[in-house]
């Protein structure tokens, strides 16, 4: 599993979005546990995050001056999950620093990302990338019931 995550960070870092591609499963999910923020709830399927989630983040930004994901540790794993930090390092198009850190849970199947669990600081995301930009619709909002329906079993 650590390999895949390694690769995973690797690829957003580097912008390699073919790599990042191969690394998503087609019934990819992610869920961002908010409420009312630009990002929040649960966006399903791989096209969706590449065609809407990820323009709606890397939009906001000049590839030039900032690098997603620079640094990232695994805090632990097993068979199928890997808990997560990374860090952002650089500015959005605002002039804002967007030195972020993201809390990742994952849950891979196959050699791929099948979820994404994404917790992050939405006060500076809304800040520095977004301002007034309208939320993007999820498919569902998150509640802890989504965990059961998604594989994460309470311990």
Not at 22 to 39: E, K, M, N
Not at 72 to 89: F, G, P, S, W, Y
Request: aromatic share 10%.
């Amino acid at each position: 599993m650590k390999q895949i995550i390694d690769n995973f960070y690797t690829a957003i870092k580097s912008g390699n979005n073919e790599q990042l591609w191969s690394l998503v499963h087609d019934d990819f999910t992610l869920v961002c546990p908010t409420r009312d923020h630009i990002l929040s709830g649960v966006y399903k399927g791989k096209s969706r995050f590449f065609e809407e989630v990820l323009p709606c983040v890397f939009g906001c930004v000049d590839p030039d001056k900032i690098v997603f994901c620079h640094e990232h540790r695994i805090l632990c794993a097993n068979d199928d999950t890997v808990v997560a930090l990374a860090m952002n390092e650089g500015r959005a198009r605002s002039g804002e620093l967007y030195n972020q850190a993201y809390l990742h849970v994952f849950k891979c199947l196959g050699g791929q990302v099948l979820t994404l669990i994404e917790g992050f600081d939405t006060a500076l995301a809304n800040r520095a990338l977004w301002g007034d930009t309208a939320a993007l619709p999820s498919d569902q909002e998150f509640t802890l019931a989504t965990l059961d329906a998604l594989g994460f079993d309470e311990l």
